[in-house]
T-cell receptor, first 117, second 112 residues
Framework: GAVVSQHPSWVICKSGTSVKIECRSL??????MFWYRQFPKQSLMLMAT?????????EQGVEKDKFLINHASLTLSTLTVTSAHPEDSSFYIC?????????????FGPGTRLTVT | SQKIEQNSEALNIQEGKTATLTCNYT??????LQWYRQDPGRGPVFLLL?????KEKRKERLKVTFDTTLKQSLFHITASQPADSATYLC???????????FGKGNQVVVIP
């Protein structure tokens, strides 16, 4: 149980284009999903917290107009990187926690490798 | 400033021995601390959670300790196996808050 998928697993795009990454909880309902970014040999950096049916909460320094997050249902959150630049190339990972009170375990997706050329 | 520090050097250990990893933090008052395993190119996998009022937690061959006075957690893998080779991340969260702050991780290499 508690499986989270991401799609695509990797994507290459040209500078200036937009890319959408999907995060799905496959066998549970996720009231909250998180989006992280990880550069090589660095820690996971939380970008934003996404709650179903409401606006995402972004961490300090993360541009909300550049990284658009939509949590339209209890099983799906999307991250759109708009007007991508080479410095946006990174490993993007989502995680989810389930319904039923304050749950502490986060279930992570397999990640999406974004390369902007 | 807030810091979560894990050893940047890989831990090379002989199969069957106990691997011990350290997570030190400053300027945090975490309600709980978690340990995750991450394989290359993959998302982290949850291993253990320990709350601030708990001293020790065990799960199979894994043991975690939490010393809020020292601001330190130790993570032990007993009877280590080559399949345990991975990077291990510690993460902290505050009260009433699911947002996790991660350390950079510590790589473990178990030598057969």
């Amino acid at each position: 149980g508690a499986v989270v998928s991401q799609h695509p697993s990797w994507v290459i795009c040209k500078s200036g284009t937009s890319v959408k990454i999907e995060c799905r909880s496959l066998d549970f309902q996720a009231t909250t999903m998180f989006w992280y970014r990880q550069f090589p040999k660095q820690s996971l950096m939380l970008m934003a917290t996404s709650n179903e049916g409401s606006k995402a909460t972004y961490e300090q320094g993360v541009e909300k107009d550049k990284f658009l997050i939509n949590h339209a249902s209890l099983t799906l959150s999307t991250l759109t990187v708009t007007s991508a630049h080479p410095e946006d190339s990174s490993f993007y990972i989502c995680s989810a926690i389930g319904t039923g009170g304050l749950s502490y375990e986060q279930y992570f997706g397999p990640g999406t490798r974004l390369t902007v050329t | 400033s807030q810091k979560i520090e894990q050893n940047s050097e890989a831990l090379n250990i002989q199969e069957g021995k106990t691997a011990t990893l350290t997570c030190n933090y400053t300027n945090y008052s975490p309600a709980y601390l978690q340990w995750y395993r991450q394989d290359p190119g993959r998302g982290p996998v949850f291993l253990l959670l320990i709350r601030e009022n708990e001293k020790e937690k065990r799960k199979e061959r894994l043991k975690v300790t939490f010393d809020t006075t020292l601001k330190q957690s130790l993570f032990h893998i007993t009877a280590s196996q080559p399949a345990d080779s991975a990077t291990y991340l510690c993460a902290l969260a505050a009260y009433g808050n699911n947002r996790l702050a991660f350390g950079k991780g510590n790589q473990v290499v178990v030598i057969p």
